[in-house]
């Protein structure tokens, strides 16, 4: 697992909270908070093109199975504040416990992974001159024992440590803007041999 950041402030997907994550909304939702903060239901339904009752009914799973809560600081009887209760979630594909659900999960995560990069790659032309060469998308095909590839995401993953993790509720410092990476590692060798 990547263990991008302390334990206090990251989630492991297992058997006991999956059902949380089981509707494609709710990782929109659970990724909406994380990179933008909290926000109310009625906020949510509007971002999202959907009513309060069907939104609260799927925040109120998330906090069911803690991935958000309620945030008291802010908000009243009649306006719900939610926030994320972590920055990241970290999920096990190999888990037996997962295999059903857990694929289902993970088509969702990596079409969510496409739809942002694809958002970014249309919006590349508006960036800043300065980070329009930033922009980057690229492959590399390796030949890599299971070991290796551990070591490979191992290192990528403490080389991400050495930045700041992004938090909504912090102000980015002055040059800085927040920025996603993405990593994918997979087996590529079906075709022929």
């Known amino acids: 697992m990547s263990e991008l950041s302390p334990a206090e402030d990251r989630v492991v997907v297992d058997g006991s909270n999956l059902r949380g994550l089981a509707h494609p909304l709710r990782i929109r939702l659970l990724g909406r908070l994380r990179r933008h903060g909290r926000a109310t239901a009625s906020m ?3 971002e999202f093109d959907t009513t309060s009752g069907v939104l609260s009914y799927h925040l109120r799973q998330l906090e069911r199975y803690g991935f958000i809560s309620e945030d008291t600081e802010h908000g009243n009887r009649r306006d719900r504040w939610w926030r994320a209760n972590h920055r990241t979630t970290e999920f096990d594909p190999v888990s037996l416990e997962q295999q059903a659900s857990g ?12 739809e942002r990069l694809t958002e970014a790659a249309q919006s590349w032309p508006d960036w800043p001159d300065e980070w329009r060469p930033r922009f980057d998308v690229s492959d590399a095909m390796l030949v890599l024992t299971p070991e290796q590839a551990a070591e490979l995401t191992d290192r990528f993953y403490a080389l991400i440590k050495e930045y700041p993790l992004h938090r909504p509720d912090q102000a980015v410092p002055a040059g800085s803007r927040q920025v996603a990476v993405q990593l994918q590692l997979f087996l590529d060798d079906t075709g022929p041999r």
């Open 103 to 114: 694929r289902l999960l993970n088509a969702e995560i990596v079409q969510r992974a496409v």
């Open 44 to 46: 949510l339904a509007k």
